[in-house]
């Protein structure tokens, strides 16, 4: 009797084994992981010409999954970024197979050497402070719905919270009382603390009236008392941006997202002259270099600095007693 294929249970021990109880990642990765395997089984069986629950171990080879790596980018057109994410959970179970299934190290390692793809790096898009006034005077506050979207909004702005760490955000991670602060849970369950503006609590603590929640229950809720999705938040943020534009024209030009006021958080820091240790910290990046990639964006943080160093500008500029009519005349009755 032929021997059962390993994948079914090298794929379950994957999961539940190496993943959730060896790792312990979040939800969220185990989700992408999960997406990525769904996405890759298929490609493989239509490729194979075979129902997914006849796919073997043999059949996911290094030109299998760089089929799959080439259609995701060229069909599903996504960014480099997700395709190195999709390879990155690719490799995770092949370094998992060949501790499980030393007779097929050759091909694991075939797959571990596909190499990650390079993007190129473009200055982060930001909002200037004019144009987040403009979108954050569009919702109708004196609805419900347009309370809420106005505090989210200048949550997010206030925070540099990603979208997901804001809807995830209850009661009690809230400190009301002076220092005003909430407690976030980012990437890899990371916590952080990030203060909040007056101006901020003011408009959680009216929400909350108006809107009462319990103190573990999600603050941004929808008309079914349920927690908003981040693809909801994007609707309804790309209608305030499109009535924004009108008075704001600049907004034409700018894919506003709600990861955009993200970006303004970083950038108006920087500009303000708050030290990026500090502001890695207020956004949660695990590296330094994320946060000093935001300090390119920024014009006006560039023509300042220039100023300063600038030495052609000193020198064509005259000594200030040379410009004050007054010192000159004083020196002229000597």
Known sequence: MKPADPLPGLLQAFFYDRLVDQRNLSGNTVRSYRDTWRLFLSHAATSKKKGVAKLMLDDLTHDQVTAFLQYCERERHVSIGTRNCRLAALHSFFCFVAEREPAAAAQCTSVLRIPFKKAPISAPSYLESNEIEAILAQPDRTRVEGQRDHALLSFLYNTGARIQEALDVCPSAIRFETPACVRLFGKGRKERICPLWPETTALLKALLRRQPCAENAPLFVNRYNETLGASGVRYKLARYVK??????????????????FRHAAAVHLIAAGVDVTVIRSWLGHVSLDTTNHYAQANLETKRAALDRLDPSSKIKRSPRWKRDESILAWLDSL
């Open 243 to 260: 009535a924004a534009a009108r008075t704001t024209p600049t907004l034409l030009a700018k894919n506003v997202t709600p990861h955009s």
